[in-house]
């Protein structure tokens, strides 16, 4: 069965803090795809990365930085220095290659940070 | 280009009237999917259109229900309303129906039901 999991429900840091935000998943394909969404206060989800299975390398962009380990199906998320604009809940997903018809949503973490 | 674009972006209801909301998916984008967000549920799947059919279909009543037209725009409609409609309507649109494919969200329609 598919599945996502966030464990953390709701994070608090100070400002220019690093977080990081745990995302677990199961899977039964060798081909999928793994996704971090942000949500703003204004509730549109906003696209920050997709992951192939593939592709194990950690990406670096600006302040993001994603770490996949198939070994521990995780695909975790550290924001450095955090910042204010940064308060948000954040949702990981997964997507399977062989069906595709189906986005399985974590039930996301809520970031709060405090200036 | 346009993003995603739901209307209305908020209404009140009163229980066991109906609503229908609407989604305009961006310009070459086929598929259509809907979710519901609720504060204890997190994204809960209601069901994916492609080319005006619907190609699968979440853990809901039937009275949620959907159609996407031939332009792919889309709408979902929910029959006789509960209290516990009440959430967050959000459209998310894709070009193709593969996994690889980033879903686009809408702003979202805020249901409220009293």
């Known amino acids: 069965a598919q599945k996502v999991t966030q464990a953390q429900t709701e994070i608090s840091v100070v400002e220019k803090e690093d977080v990081t935000l745990d995302c677990v998943y199961e899977t039964r394909d060798t081909t999928y795809y793994l996704f971090w969404y942000k949500q703003p206060p204004s509730g549109e989800l906003v696209f920050l990365i997709r992951?192939?299975?593939?592709?194990?390398q950690n990406e670096i962009s600006g302040r993001y930085s994603w770490n996949f380990q198939k070994s521990t199906s995780s695909f975790n998320f550290t924001i450095t220095a955090s910042q204010v604009v940064d308060s948000a809940v954040y949702f990981c997903a997964l997507s399977e290659a062989l069906t595709g018809n189906q986005f399985y949503f974590g039930t996301g973490t809520s970031l709060t940070v405090i200036p | 280009k346009a993003g995603v674009t739901q209307t209305p972006r908020y209404l009140i209801k009163t229980r066991g009237q109906q609503v229908t909301l609407s989604c305009s998916p961006i310009?070459?984008?086929?598929?259509v999917s809907w979710y519901q967000q609720t504060p204890g549920q997190g994204l809960q799947f209601l069901f994916e259109y492609f080319s005006e059919t619907q190609r699968n279909k979440g853990n809901f009543p039937g009275r949620f229900s959907g159609r996407q037209f031939s332009n792919s725009r889309s709408e979902m409609n929910v029959s006789t309303l509960e209290l516990g409609d009440s959430a967050l309507y959000l459209c998310?649109?894709?070009?193709?129906?593969?996994?690889?494919?980033?879903?686009?969200f809408g702003a979202g329609s805020r249901l409220t039901v009293l």
């Open positions: 310009s070459g984008h086929r598929s």
């Open positions: 992951r192939n299975s593939f592709d194990e």
């Open positions: 998310a649109t894709r070009g193709q129906l593969s996994g690889a494919n980033v879903l686009t």
